[in-house]
Antibody
């Protein structure tokens, strides 16, 4: 079974650092991009960025560039999302998701087919 | 950047058909994907590539995409379909940047 297992809930203080994880299993982890999505309390889904674990090629949404770091360790099939200095506004649920690919004889199309259960991050003094 | 517009809410009686729209400039030229998110749960892919269903998704879920509007249609709506639904495309300037609609809350009356 294809799965993404995310690390547990975190409670942190403003200014602290944090690294959350997303471990893939049941498929070739290095062959699929992994994306990160933020959902603030009561709000919609926001795209943060994506990484290709095969070579750690990483792309960030302009809204999150410089605010977080996305990384991966392919030896343990795990992707990471980290902050160097948390703010109260980082309080949210964070999801990782696998990006799959299809071909329609003309072009590739991409979609997020497997999602982790999410990691709740609470930042409060 | 590309903007997707969804109605904040849609209500439907059990057994009826729900239609959730997703508007975007010439969205018909893009591949649209739909996710269902029930309270306290992670999103689940219900439609990809405009109208394909992943395995395990009931045939009651279907999708279409043309012009400036994509539509998720749920036939014979059940109480268990009550959830938030999000449409998603990839920004044409980068196939690595996803764009989500604001989400539509489906209420089963």
């Amino acid at each position: 079974e294809v799965q993404l297992v995310q690390s547990g809930a975190e409670v942190k203080k403003p200014g602290e650092s944090l690294k959350i994880s997303c471990k893939g299993s049941g498929y070739s982890f290095t062959s699929y991009w992994i994306g990160w999505v933020r959902q603030m309390p009561g709000k919609g889904l926001e795209w943060m960025g994506i990484i290709y674990p095969g070579d750690s090629d990483t792309r960030y949404s302009p809204s999150f560039q410089g605010q977080v770091t996305i990384s991966a360790d392919k030896s343990i099939s795990t992707a990471y999302l980290q902050w160097s200095s948390l703010k109260a506004s980082d309080t949210a649920m964070y999801y990782c998701a696998r990006r799959n690919r299809g071909w329609n004889d003309d072009y590739y199309y991409y979609y997020m087919d497997v999602w982790g259960k999410g990691t709740t991050v609470t930042v409060s003094s | 950047s590309y903007v997707l517009t969804q109605p904040p809410s849609v209500s439907v009686a059990p057994g009826k058909t729900a239609r959730i729209t997703c508007g975007g400039n010439n969205i018909g030229s893009k591949s649209v994907h739909w996710y269902q998110q029930k309270p306290g749960q992670a999103p689940v892919l219900v439609i990809y590539y405009d109208s394909d269903r992943p395995s395990g998704i009931p045939e009651r879920f279907s999708g279409s995409n043309s012009g400036n509007t994509a539509t998720l249609t749920i036939s014979r709506v059940e109480a268990g379909d009550e959830a938030d639904y999000y449409c998603q495309v990839w920004d044409s300037s980068s196939d690595q940047h996803a764009v989500f609609g604001g989400g539509t809350q489906l209420t089963v009356l």
